[in-house]
């Protein structure tokens, strides 16, 4: 072997090492690849540009759950309440006093609400270093609890045009949703990775103690972290409430593993990771496409929530993988 063939084996390896790496760090992209493959041989339809904006839709709720999801989960902490906060904003935007009232009503309490709880969870998990799996889980419970109070355990009624505009509606072709998504999405990107909040948040993941060391005040960035996963929860309860049109019981109930699925194939874990906004967003969209090619092949409801609890598992033990 010459040193020329030599030296490009060595670079074909690295080559196929860096590919490697890159799908064990942000699993979403050749997760995502492979289902367009499956599609492309078994349901074609599902790749036409009008059903992957259906699919975008659909899978804004995952989404905005996920990207608040992904705020505490860099912080090396969690979130499990947004089921419960999602459940509140649906049974209380039904009630005729939000249906019939002001716009902003409808607007604000959901983002008001969703950032008390998570000031709430913030509270005893950033200064009375209580378990944020308790803390948040139990905070869900409640909440859920007062869901059916709010509906008196019959929940129905309608919600403001609007409300219902911002979830069904299209500029053009696009899904107005989805436009608020992109938007959303942005914002976030710009936060954590352009402003000092930001830096603080990877640094108090990668160390608290070295954080706090180094001046970083990192009780701040987990309340700031929560409370943002809170609204996110709560813009999340908007949308999907806008698309069924009325008050239900435990709507929301499945976002919450399924968010912590999506961030960490997007490639974040506990205190970072590799990936990041646009990574997140890919894991909301390979999973709510995977529910739609399971669908379309004819899969079962059962047979489809078997397949989510497997990937849902995996991502966990991927994530503590990558941790090491």
Known sequence: MTVGEAAQGRSSGSFVSTLVRGAFAIPAWPALFLLFATAAVVQPRLLTIPFLLIVLRQAVPLALVALGQCLPMIGRSIDLSPAGVIAVVNVT?????????????????????????????????????????????????????VSYLVS???????????????????????????ILLVVIAAATWFVLRRTTFGHALYATGSSY????????????????????????????????TGYIGTGTLNLGADLVMASIAAVV??????????????????????????????????????????????IIAGAAALARWREG
């Open 93 to 145: 935007l039904a009630l005729p006093m939000f249906s019939g009232g002001p716009l902003w009503m409808s607007l604000a309490f959901p983002l008001v609400f969703g950032a008390l709880v998570g000031l709430f969870n913030a509270g005893l998990i950033a200064f009375v270093r209580a378990s944020a799996v308790v803390v948040t889980l139990g905070m869900s419970v409640i909440l859920v609890g």
């Open 152 to 178: 008196g355990g019959a929940p129905g009624g309608s919600v403001h045009p609007f409300v219902r505009e911002i979830a069904t509606g299209r500029m053009a072709t696009i899904p107005v949703a989805g």
């Open 209 to 240: 103690p070295a954080a706090w060391l180094a001046g970083v005040s990192v009780r701040k960035e987990l309340v700031v972290a929560h409370v943002m996963s809170g609204i996110f929860a709560g813009l999340a309860g908007i949308v999907l």
């Open 265 to 310: 194939l997007g490639g974040t874990t506990f205190g970072g990771g590799a990936g990041g906004v646009v990574g997140v967003l890919a894991g909301a969209f390979a999973l709510t496409f995977l529910a739609n090619l399971m669908t379309g092949i004819g899969v079962g409801k059962p047979a489809q929530l078997i397949v989510q609890g497997i």
